[in-house]
């Protein structure tokens, strides 16, 4: 079974950056496509970027284009999701997640990490 974990949430400032990690145990076919989630307080998780591991196709939320990027690193199976110009609305537990090619569900998800953007 594919494990995820992420790391590098924390406390930031307004107008700050941080960069998040997802570390995965291996890549098999359901790890095929990698993505950020993310949950706010009294929300529904929302989608915020995902990507092939070559990285290609990446895609992103509107709410964060242009602030936030994803990455890939093979060598160290992990994901990276670098966010600059935060907002106290992006404050919210990021996950990392995966999914096969051609499937819409994302069937590995991480213990998730706390962002919180002070204004």
């Known amino acids: 079974q594919v494990q995820l974990v992420e790391s590098g949430g924390g406390l930031v400032q307004a107008g700050g950056s941080l960069r998040l990690s997802c570390a995965a145990s291996?890549?098999?076919?359901?790890?095929?496509?990698m993505g950020w989630f993310r949950q706010a307080q009294g929300k529904e998780r929302e989608f915020v970027a995902s990507?092939?591991?070559?990285?290609?196709?990446?895609d992103y939320a509107d709410s964060v284009k242009g602030r936030f990027t994803i990455s890939t690193s093979l060598i160290r199976r992990t994901v990276y999701l670098q966010m600059n110009s935060l907002k106290p609305e992006d404050t919210a537990v990021y996950y990392c997640?995966?999914?096969?090619?051609?499937?819409?569900?994302?069937?590995?998800w991480g213990q998730g990490t706390q962002v919180t953007v002070s204004s």
């Open positions: 990507t092939k591991w070559s990285g290609s196709n990446s």
């Open positions: 997640a995966s999914r096969a090619e051609g499937s819409s569900e994302y069937i590995n």
């Open positions: 291996q890549r098999t076919s359901s790890t095929y496509i």
